[in-house]
């Protein structure tokens, strides 16, 4: 079942988020496809001195097996971690256009 996972990185910068960014950039490279296996959409949005994460998944493992191999250690690497970590179905998802704003 599809599942919306929200949480924050808190007490980080912009320039701890262009690290991570670089990171999984260089991670999908590396592997020659998009890194975060299971992931339908990633949207990261500034809030104070944090960073909100939103993302639906295709299942709950799918993005906890990113979470334990790839993101959290990137994090860790970039001197953050993900707090507040809140995962829910997904009842009905739309992403009507198919190119980047």
């Given at each position: 079942?599809?599942?919306?996972?929200?949480?924050?990185?808190?007490?980080?910068?912009?320039?701890?988020?262009?690290a991570l960014e670089e990171r999984?950039?260089?991670?999908?490279?590396?592997?020659?496809?998009?890194?975060?296996?299971?992931?339908?959409?990633?949207?990261?949005?500034?809030?104070?001195?944090?960073?909100?994460?939103?993302?639906?998944?295709?299942?709950?493992?799918?993005?906890?097996?990113?979470?334990?191999?790839?993101?959290?250690?990137?994090?860790?690497?970039?001197?953050?971690?993900?707090?507040?970590?809140?995962?829910?179905?997904?009842?009905?998802?739309?992403?009507?256009?198919?190119?980047?704003?």
């Amino acid at each position: 079942m599809a599942v919306l996972v929200e949480f924050d990185v808190l007490e980080a910068t912009p320039e701890q988020m262009y690290a991570l960014e670089e990171r999984t950039r260089q991670r999908g490279e590396a592997l020659g496809r998009p890194p975060f296996a299971g992931c339908m959409f990633l949207a990261v949005a500034p809030r104070d001195s944090a960073f909100h994460f939103v993302s639906a998944w295709r299942t709950e493992e799918a993005f906890k097996a990113v979470l334990e191999t790839m993101l959290g250690p990137d994090l860790t690497a970039v001197g953050a971690s993900a707090s507040n970590i809140l995962i829910g179905p997904v009842m009905s998802m739309a992403i009507p256009e198919t190119h980047a704003p």
